[in-house]
Protein backbone atom coordinates (compact mmCIF):
# COMPACT_ATOMS: atom_id res chain seq x y z
CA UNK A 1 0.00 0.00 0.00
CA UNK A 2 0.95 3.34 -0.69
CA UNK A 3 2.25 5.68 2.41
CA UNK A 4 0.21 8.61 2.99
CA UNK A 5 2.66 10.91 4.55
CA UNK A 6 4.73 9.95 1.33
CA UNK A 7 2.04 10.90 -0.78
CA UNK A 8 1.80 14.11 0.76
CA UNK A 9 5.27 14.89 1.33
CA UNK A 10 5.30 14.42 -3.15
CA UNK A 11 2.26 16.73 -3.27
CA UNK A 12 4.09 19.71 -1.42
CA UNK A 13 6.97 19.73 -3.63
CA UNK A 14 5.05 19.49 -6.72
CA UNK A 15 2.60 22.16 -5.23
CA UNK A 16 6.35 24.04 -4.78
CA UNK A 17 7.60 23.36 -8.58
CA UNK A 18 4.42 24.48 -9.78
CA UNK A 19 3.87 27.38 -7.79
CA UNK A 20 6.73 29.08 -9.39
CA UNK A 21 4.88 28.54 -12.98
CA UNK A 22 1.85 30.48 -11.55
CA UNK A 23 -0.38 27.46 -10.94
CA UNK A 24 -2.00 26.88 -7.72
CA UNK A 25 -2.50 23.38 -7.04
CA UNK A 26 -4.87 23.94 -4.37
CA UNK A 27 -7.45 25.51 -6.40
CA UNK A 28 -6.99 23.23 -9.61
CA UNK A 29 -7.81 20.57 -7.09
CA UNK A 30 -10.94 22.25 -5.53
CA UNK A 31 -11.99 22.31 -9.27
CA UNK A 32 -11.43 19.07 -11.04
CA UNK A 33 -13.87 18.12 -7.59
CA UNK A 34 -16.46 19.53 -9.36
CA UNK A 35 -16.06 17.69 -12.60
CA UNK A 36 -18.83 15.04 -13.23
CA UNK A 37 -18.01 12.65 -15.27
CA UNK A 38 -20.84 10.50 -16.68
CA UNK A 39 -20.03 6.78 -16.76
CA UNK A 40 -22.03 4.49 -19.29
CA UNK A 41 -23.36 1.71 -18.00
CA UNK A 42 -23.40 -0.61 -21.16
CA UNK A 43 -19.69 -1.06 -20.17
CA UNK A 44 -20.75 -3.75 -17.43
CA UNK A 45 -22.89 -5.84 -19.38
CA UNK A 46 -21.78 -5.79 -23.43
CA UNK A 47 -24.80 -3.44 -24.07
CA UNK A 48 -27.32 -6.08 -24.36
CA UNK A 49 -29.50 -4.30 -21.17
CA UNK A 50 -32.76 -6.34 -19.44
CA UNK A 51 -35.44 -5.58 -22.41
CA UNK A 52 -35.16 -9.46 -23.90
CA UNK A 53 -33.58 -12.30 -22.52
CA UNK A 54 -31.32 -12.49 -24.95
CA UNK A 55 -29.91 -9.05 -25.70
CA UNK A 56 -29.06 -9.98 -29.49
CA UNK A 57 -26.92 -6.79 -30.43
CA UNK A 58 -27.98 -5.09 -34.22
CA UNK A 59 -28.04 -2.06 -35.62
CA UNK A 60 -24.17 -0.83 -36.14
CA UNK A 61 -23.60 -2.16 -32.65
CA UNK A 62 -20.80 -4.85 -31.60
CA UNK A 63 -19.28 -6.17 -28.37
CA UNK A 64 -16.23 -8.62 -28.75
CA UNK A 65 -15.11 -10.69 -26.15
CA UNK A 66 -16.05 -13.05 -23.62
CA UNK A 67 -14.12 -12.17 -20.46
CA UNK A 68 -16.25 -13.79 -17.29
CA UNK A 69 -18.38 -12.16 -15.05
CA UNK A 70 -20.57 -9.46 -17.21
CA UNK A 71 -23.64 -8.26 -15.79
CA UNK A 72 -27.03 -10.58 -16.20
CA UNK A 73 -29.38 -8.38 -14.10
CA UNK A 74 -29.99 -4.85 -13.19
CA UNK A 75 -28.54 -5.87 -9.15
CA UNK A 76 -25.69 -7.32 -10.76
CA UNK A 77 -24.87 -4.25 -12.98
CA UNK A 78 -25.46 -1.71 -9.55
CA UNK A 79 -23.10 -4.26 -7.98
CA UNK A 80 -20.79 -3.45 -10.55
CA UNK A 81 -21.16 0.01 -10.56
CA UNK A 82 -21.04 0.65 -6.82
CA UNK A 83 -17.18 -1.22 -6.98
CA UNK A 84 -15.87 0.78 -9.97
CA UNK A 85 -16.82 4.17 -8.29
CA UNK A 86 -15.60 3.02 -4.70
CA UNK A 87 -11.98 3.05 -6.76
CA UNK A 88 -12.57 6.59 -8.82
CA UNK A 89 -12.17 9.62 -7.06
CA UNK A 90 -15.44 12.47 -6.82
CA UNK A 91 -18.81 12.00 -7.09
CA UNK A 92 -20.53 11.39 -11.15
CA UNK A 93 -23.24 10.52 -13.31
CA UNK A 94 -24.47 7.20 -14.92
CA UNK A 95 -25.53 7.22 -18.05
CA UNK A 96 -28.16 4.45 -18.98
CA UNK A 97 -29.65 3.45 -21.83
CA UNK A 98 -33.34 3.11 -22.95
CA UNK A 99 -32.55 -1.18 -22.61
CA UNK A 100 -31.47 -0.94 -19.22
CA UNK A 101 -34.71 -0.44 -17.84
CA UNK A 102 -35.39 -1.68 -14.29
CA UNK A 103 -39.09 -3.73 -13.86
CA UNK A 104 -40.86 -7.36 -13.78
CA UNK A 105 -43.64 -5.94 -16.46
CA UNK A 106 -43.20 -6.93 -20.08
CA UNK A 107 -42.46 -3.58 -21.60
CA UNK A 108 -41.38 -2.36 -25.21
CA UNK A 109 -39.49 0.16 -25.88
CA UNK A 110 -42.57 2.21 -27.08
CA UNK A 111 -44.28 2.17 -23.89
CA UNK A 112 -41.44 2.76 -21.10
CA UNK A 113 -42.22 5.65 -18.54
CA UNK A 114 -40.57 6.88 -15.47
CA UNK A 115 -42.37 4.54 -13.01
CA UNK A 116 -40.08 1.24 -14.71
CA UNK A 117 -36.41 3.07 -13.93
CA UNK A 118 -37.83 3.43 -10.33
CA UNK A 119 -35.23 1.61 -9.02
CA UNK A 120 -32.62 3.29 -10.50
CA UNK A 121 -33.43 6.46 -9.13
CA UNK A 122 -33.50 5.42 -5.53
CA UNK A 123 -30.23 3.43 -5.91
CA UNK A 124 -28.97 6.93 -7.57
CA UNK A 125 -29.97 8.76 -4.68
CA UNK A 126 -28.09 6.07 -2.59
CA UNK A 127 -25.20 6.87 -4.25
CA UNK A 128 -25.48 10.40 -4.57
CA UNK A 129 -25.16 9.85 -8.48
CA UNK A 130 -26.96 11.79 -11.29
CA UNK A 131 -28.45 10.05 -14.07
CA UNK A 132 -28.00 10.67 -17.97
CA UNK A 133 -30.20 8.51 -20.49
CA UNK A 134 -30.18 7.70 -24.00
CA UNK A 135 -32.94 6.50 -26.10
CA UNK A 136 -32.41 3.29 -27.93
CA UNK A 137 -32.52 3.15 -31.66
CA UNK A 138 -31.03 -0.18 -31.82
CA UNK A 139 -31.34 -4.04 -31.59
CA UNK A 140 -35.25 -4.37 -31.72
CA UNK A 141 -37.11 -5.92 -34.29
CA UNK A 142 -38.59 -2.85 -35.20
CA UNK A 143 -35.12 -1.51 -36.85
CA UNK A 144 -36.10 -2.55 -40.30
CA UNK A 145 -33.87 -2.42 -43.13
CA UNK A 146 -31.33 -0.31 -41.10
CA UNK A 147 -33.75 2.57 -40.81
CA UNK A 148 -35.59 3.98 -37.59
CA UNK A 149 -36.68 7.43 -37.53
CA UNK A 150 -35.49 8.00 -41.11
CA UNK A 151 -37.14 4.68 -42.34
CA UNK A 152 -39.94 4.98 -45.34
CA UNK A 153 -42.37 2.88 -43.64
CA UNK A 154 -44.56 5.36 -41.58
CA UNK A 155 -45.73 2.29 -38.93
CA UNK A 156 -41.90 2.10 -37.97
CA UNK A 157 -41.14 5.60 -37.77
CA UNK A 158 -43.77 6.50 -35.63
CA UNK A 159 -43.10 3.27 -33.31
CA UNK A 160 -39.61 5.20 -32.77
CA UNK A 161 -40.92 8.47 -32.32
CA UNK A 162 -43.05 7.62 -29.65
CA UNK A 163 -40.15 5.99 -28.27
CA UNK A 164 -38.06 9.11 -27.96
CA UNK A 165 -41.08 11.22 -26.98
CA UNK A 166 -40.98 8.63 -23.54
CA UNK A 167 -37.35 8.43 -23.51
CA UNK A 168 -37.56 12.20 -22.66
CA UNK A 169 -40.05 12.13 -20.05
CA UNK A 170 -38.04 9.26 -18.03
CA UNK A 171 -35.36 11.84 -18.54
CA UNK A 172 -37.47 14.83 -16.93
CA UNK A 173 -38.06 12.47 -14.36
CA UNK A 174 -34.52 11.42 -13.41
CA UNK A 175 -34.25 15.72 -13.66
CA UNK A 176 -36.92 16.26 -10.81
CA UNK A 177 -36.16 13.54 -8.54
CA UNK A 178 -32.46 13.79 -8.49
CA UNK A 179 -32.28 17.54 -8.73
CA UNK A 180 -29.54 17.26 -11.24
CA UNK A 181 -30.26 17.84 -15.18
CA UNK A 182 -30.31 14.66 -17.28
CA UNK A 183 -28.48 14.96 -20.88
CA UNK A 184 -30.76 12.67 -22.80
CA UNK A 185 -28.94 11.61 -26.15
CA UNK A 186 -29.99 10.82 -29.69
CA UNK A 187 -28.15 8.48 -31.52
CA UNK A 188 -29.89 6.81 -34.63
CA UNK A 189 -27.83 4.28 -36.71
CA UNK A 190 -29.96 4.62 -39.79
CA UNK A 191 -28.07 4.03 -43.15
CA UNK A 192 -27.18 2.06 -46.34
CA UNK A 193 -24.41 -0.55 -46.64
CA UNK A 194 -23.97 0.40 -50.27
CA UNK A 195 -24.51 3.85 -52.32
CA UNK A 196 -27.67 5.24 -51.87
CA UNK A 197 -29.50 7.26 -55.37
CA UNK A 198 -31.22 9.44 -52.40
CA UNK A 199 -29.50 11.01 -49.67
CA UNK A 200 -31.53 14.03 -49.50
CA UNK A 201 -35.07 12.32 -48.80
CA UNK A 202 -34.10 9.85 -45.78
CA UNK A 203 -32.76 12.89 -44.06
CA UNK A 204 -35.78 14.98 -44.10
CA UNK A 205 -37.47 11.81 -42.70
CA UNK A 206 -35.05 12.13 -40.12
CA UNK A 207 -35.53 15.98 -39.72
CA UNK A 208 -38.91 15.34 -39.49
CA UNK A 209 -39.08 12.77 -36.94
CA UNK A 210 -36.67 14.79 -34.59
CA UNK A 211 -39.01 17.57 -34.54
CA UNK A 212 -42.00 15.75 -33.58
CA UNK A 213 -40.42 13.65 -30.19
CA UNK A 214 -38.97 17.17 -29.83
CA UNK A 215 -42.22 19.28 -29.64
CA UNK A 216 -43.17 19.21 -26.46
CA UNK A 217 -41.30 21.75 -24.56
CA UNK A 218 -39.14 20.44 -21.37
CA UNK A 219 -37.81 22.71 -18.61
CA UNK A 220 -34.12 22.50 -19.14
CA UNK A 221 -33.81 22.18 -15.26
CA UNK A 222 -34.31 18.51 -15.62
CA UNK A 223 -34.35 17.55 -19.22
CA UNK A 224 -31.22 18.75 -22.03
CA UNK A 225 -31.87 17.07 -25.45
CA UNK A 226 -28.49 16.22 -27.03
CA UNK A 227 -28.12 15.10 -30.89
CA UNK A 228 -25.19 13.15 -31.82
CA UNK A 229 -23.83 12.32 -35.53
CA UNK A 230 -21.79 9.58 -36.57
CA UNK A 231 -19.83 9.06 -39.54
CA UNK A 232 -20.83 5.18 -40.59
CA UNK A 233 -21.57 2.33 -38.65
CA UNK A 234 -21.44 -1.70 -39.43
CA UNK A 235 -24.46 -2.23 -41.90
CA UNK A 236 -24.23 1.72 -42.67
CA UNK A 237 -20.63 1.97 -44.62
CA UNK A 238 -21.51 4.06 -47.69
CA UNK A 239 -24.32 5.93 -45.61
CA UNK A 240 -25.21 7.62 -42.37
CA UNK A 241 -28.72 9.66 -42.08
CA UNK A 242 -27.58 11.55 -39.08
CA UNK A 243 -24.09 13.03 -40.49
CA UNK A 244 -22.17 15.35 -38.59
CA UNK A 245 -23.13 18.14 -41.01
CA UNK A 246 -26.89 16.91 -40.37
CA UNK A 247 -26.76 17.48 -36.53
CA UNK A 248 -24.34 20.48 -36.48
CA UNK A 249 -27.35 22.14 -38.86
CA UNK A 250 -30.35 20.98 -36.78
CA UNK A 251 -28.71 21.38 -33.26
CA UNK A 252 -27.92 25.10 -34.29
CA UNK A 253 -31.95 25.54 -35.93
CA UNK A 254 -33.21 24.17 -33.11
CA UNK A 255 -31.46 24.88 -30.35
CA UNK A 256 -30.51 21.72 -29.01
CA UNK A 257 -26.88 20.57 -27.39
CA UNK A 258 -25.01 18.66 -30.09
CA UNK A 259 -22.71 15.83 -28.87
CA UNK A 260 -19.12 14.91 -30.13
CA UNK A 261 -18.25 10.85 -30.03
CA UNK A 262 -14.56 10.58 -30.06
CA UNK A 263 -14.94 7.72 -32.82
CA UNK A 264 -17.56 8.60 -34.77
CA UNK A 265 -15.26 10.72 -37.48
CA UNK A 266 -13.09 9.95 -40.20
CA UNK A 267 -9.84 8.28 -38.22
CA UNK A 268 -7.67 11.66 -40.06
CA UNK A 269 -10.29 13.62 -38.41
CA UNK A 270 -10.11 14.40 -34.20
CA UNK A 271 -13.36 16.04 -32.39
CA UNK A 272 -10.64 18.15 -30.01
CA UNK A 273 -10.42 20.18 -33.37
CA UNK A 274 -13.91 20.73 -33.72
CA UNK A 275 -14.72 22.23 -29.74
CA UNK A 276 -13.60 25.65 -30.10
CA UNK A 277 -15.62 26.33 -33.48
CA UNK A 278 -18.83 24.46 -32.28
CA UNK A 279 -18.77 26.25 -29.20
CA UNK A 280 -18.81 29.99 -31.10
CA UNK A 281 -22.60 29.03 -32.01
CA UNK A 282 -23.80 26.53 -30.10
CA UNK A 283 -25.65 26.60 -27.10
CA UNK A 284 -23.95 23.73 -25.14
CA UNK A 285 -21.96 20.48 -26.14
CA UNK A 286 -21.99 16.86 -24.94
CA UNK A 287 -18.59 14.84 -25.59
CA UNK A 288 -19.04 10.91 -25.76
CA UNK A 289 -15.19 10.26 -24.66
CA UNK A 290 -14.17 7.20 -26.37
CA UNK A 291 -10.96 5.83 -28.56
CA UNK A 292 -11.37 4.46 -32.00
CA UNK A 293 -8.74 1.75 -33.18
CA UNK A 294 -9.21 2.57 -37.06
CA UNK A 295 -12.69 2.77 -36.95
CA UNK A 296 -15.37 3.25 -34.17
CA UNK A 297 -14.30 0.28 -32.33
CA UNK A 298 -15.28 2.08 -28.76
CA UNK A 299 -12.12 0.53 -26.49
CA UNK A 300 -11.35 1.66 -23.31
CA UNK A 301 -10.05 5.30 -23.05
CA UNK A 302 -6.14 5.74 -22.42
CA UNK A 303 -3.96 8.98 -21.50
CA UNK A 304 -3.51 9.19 -25.94
CA UNK A 305 -2.71 12.36 -27.28
CA UNK A 306 -5.88 12.74 -28.42
CA UNK A 307 -7.61 12.69 -24.97
CA UNK A 308 -4.78 15.02 -23.60
CA UNK A 309 -5.85 17.46 -26.69
CA UNK A 310 -9.79 17.38 -25.59
CA UNK A 311 -8.86 18.42 -22.17
CA UNK A 312 -7.02 20.87 -23.35
CA UNK A 313 -9.22 22.35 -25.37
CA UNK A 314 -11.73 22.43 -22.50
CA UNK A 315 -9.82 23.97 -19.79
CA UNK A 316 -7.99 26.65 -22.12
CA UNK A 317 -11.20 27.86 -23.77
CA UNK A 318 -12.99 27.72 -20.12
CA UNK A 319 -15.61 25.21 -22.14
CA UNK A 320 -16.48 23.49 -18.89
CA UNK A 321 -18.97 24.81 -18.03
CA UNK A 322 -20.83 24.71 -21.02
CA UNK A 323 -19.86 20.83 -21.92
CA UNK A 324 -21.29 17.84 -20.24
CA UNK A 325 -18.56 15.28 -20.25
CA UNK A 326 -19.37 11.04 -20.74
CA UNK A 327 -17.46 7.84 -21.51
CA UNK A 328 -18.76 5.39 -24.73
CA UNK A 329 -16.52 2.46 -24.80
CA UNK A 330 -17.23 -1.53 -24.12
CA UNK A 331 -14.39 -3.90 -24.12
CA UNK A 332 -15.52 -7.52 -23.13
CA UNK A 333 -11.77 -8.96 -23.32
CA UNK A 334 -10.95 -7.16 -20.19
CA UNK A 335 -12.57 -7.35 -16.60
CA UNK A 336 -15.17 -4.49 -17.03
CA UNK A 337 -14.78 -2.73 -13.63
CA UNK A 338 -11.15 -2.84 -14.39
CA UNK A 339 -12.10 -1.02 -18.23
CA UNK A 340 -14.60 1.35 -16.15
CA UNK A 341 -11.93 2.57 -13.59
CA UNK A 342 -9.35 2.95 -16.58
CA UNK A 343 -11.44 5.35 -18.73
CA UNK A 344 -13.12 7.43 -15.95
CA UNK A 345 -9.80 7.81 -14.48
CA UNK A 346 -7.95 8.79 -17.70
CA UNK A 347 -10.01 11.36 -18.54
CA UNK A 348 -9.82 13.03 -15.25
CA UNK A 349 -6.28 13.15 -15.13
CA UNK A 350 -6.30 14.57 -18.57
CA UNK A 351 -8.20 17.42 -16.75
CA UNK A 352 -5.78 17.73 -14.21
CA UNK A 353 -3.17 17.89 -16.15
CA UNK A 354 -4.30 20.62 -18.39
CA UNK A 355 -5.56 22.62 -15.33
CA UNK A 356 -2.04 22.77 -14.33
CA UNK A 357 -0.86 24.70 -17.38
CA UNK A 358 -0.51 28.52 -16.89
CA UNK A 359 -2.89 29.01 -19.48
CA UNK A 360 -2.81 32.66 -19.16
CA UNK A 361 0.42 33.35 -19.83
CA UNK A 362 0.85 30.79 -22.54
CA UNK A 363 -1.69 32.62 -24.21
CA UNK A 364 0.23 35.68 -23.67
CA UNK A 365 3.49 34.64 -25.34
CA UNK A 366 1.26 33.43 -28.10
CA UNK A 367 -0.30 37.19 -28.77
CA UNK A 368 3.50 38.49 -28.14
CA UNK A 369 4.62 36.15 -31.14
CA UNK A 370 7.17 34.29 -28.49
CA UNK A 371 6.85 31.19 -29.99
CA UNK A 372 10.26 30.11 -28.36
CA UNK A 373 8.74 30.29 -24.97
CA UNK A 374 5.69 28.83 -25.97
CA UNK A 375 7.65 25.76 -27.20
CA UNK A 376 9.33 25.50 -24.38
CA UNK A 377 6.58 25.69 -21.43
CA UNK A 378 4.79 22.96 -23.13
CA UNK A 379 7.37 21.13 -23.65
CA UNK A 380 8.92 21.50 -19.75
CA UNK A 381 5.18 20.92 -18.79
CA UNK A 382 5.23 17.44 -20.03
CA UNK A 383 8.09 16.07 -17.22
CA UNK A 384 6.40 18.77 -14.46
CA UNK A 385 5.10 15.83 -11.41
CA UNK A 386 1.13 16.16 -12.13
CA UNK A 387 0.78 12.60 -11.01
CA UNK A 388 2.11 13.36 -7.40
CA UNK A 389 -0.89 16.28 -7.63
CA UNK A 390 -3.34 13.26 -9.22
CA UNK A 391 -1.77 10.79 -6.44
CA UNK A 392 -3.02 13.59 -3.81
CA UNK A 393 -6.15 13.91 -5.17
CA UNK A 394 -7.00 10.31 -4.68
CA UNK A 395 -6.22 10.32 -1.02
CA UNK A 396 -7.75 13.20 -0.35
CA UNK A 397 -11.36 11.14 -1.93
CA UNK A 398 -9.91 7.89 0.08
CA UNK A 399 -10.01 6.02 -3.05
CA UNK A 400 -6.67 4.11 -3.87
CA UNK A 401 -3.72 5.47 -5.22
CA UNK A 402 -1.43 4.25 -8.43
CA UNK A 403 -2.17 0.31 -8.97
CA UNK A 404 -3.34 -0.39 -5.39
CA UNK A 405 -6.90 -0.42 -6.85
CA UNK A 406 -5.77 -3.60 -9.50
CA UNK A 407 -5.92 -5.88 -6.06
CA UNK A 408 -9.27 -4.77 -5.39
CA UNK A 409 -10.73 -5.80 -8.84
CA UNK A 410 -8.94 -8.84 -8.78
CA UNK A 411 -10.41 -9.40 -4.93
CA UNK A 412 -13.83 -8.08 -6.56
CA UNK A 413 -13.57 -10.60 -9.68
CA UNK A 414 -12.74 -13.91 -7.50
CA UNK A 415 -15.20 -13.10 -5.04
CA UNK A 416 -18.55 -11.81 -7.25
CA UNK A 417 -17.38 -12.54 -10.91
CA UNK A 418 -16.13 -15.52 -11.11
CA UNK A 419 -18.99 -17.10 -9.64
CA UNK A 420 -22.21 -15.90 -12.16
CA UNK A 421 -22.80 -17.81 -14.51
Known sequence: MTNATQITQAYEAAKARYAAIGVDTDAVLEKLQGIKISMHCWQGDDVKGFLTPDGELTGGIMSTGNYPGAAHTPEQLRQ????????????????????????????????????HFEKWVKWAKEQGLGLDFNPTFFSHPMM????????????????????????????????????????????????????PIDRLTPRKRLMESLDEIFSEEIDEQYNVDTVESKLFGLGAEAYTVGSHEFYMGYGLTRNKTIL???????????ISNKLSSLALFS???????SRPVRWDSDHVVIMDDELQEIAK??????????????????????????????????T???????????????????????FTSRLV?????????????????????????????????????????KTRG
Open 260 to 270: LDAGHFHPTEV
Open 80 to 115: DLEKAYSLIPGKHKLNLHAIYLDTDETVDLNEIEPR
Open 348 to 370: QKALLKAMLEPTEELKQMELDFD
Open 144 to 195: KDGFTLASPDQEVREYWIEHGKRSRKVAEYFGKELGETCYTNFWVPDGFKDN
Open 313 to 346: ELVRNDLLGKTAIGLDFFDATINRIAAWVVGTRN
Open 283 to 289: KGLMLHV
Open 377 to 417: YTEELKDFPYSDVWNYFCLKNNVPVGLDWLKEVHDYEAEIL
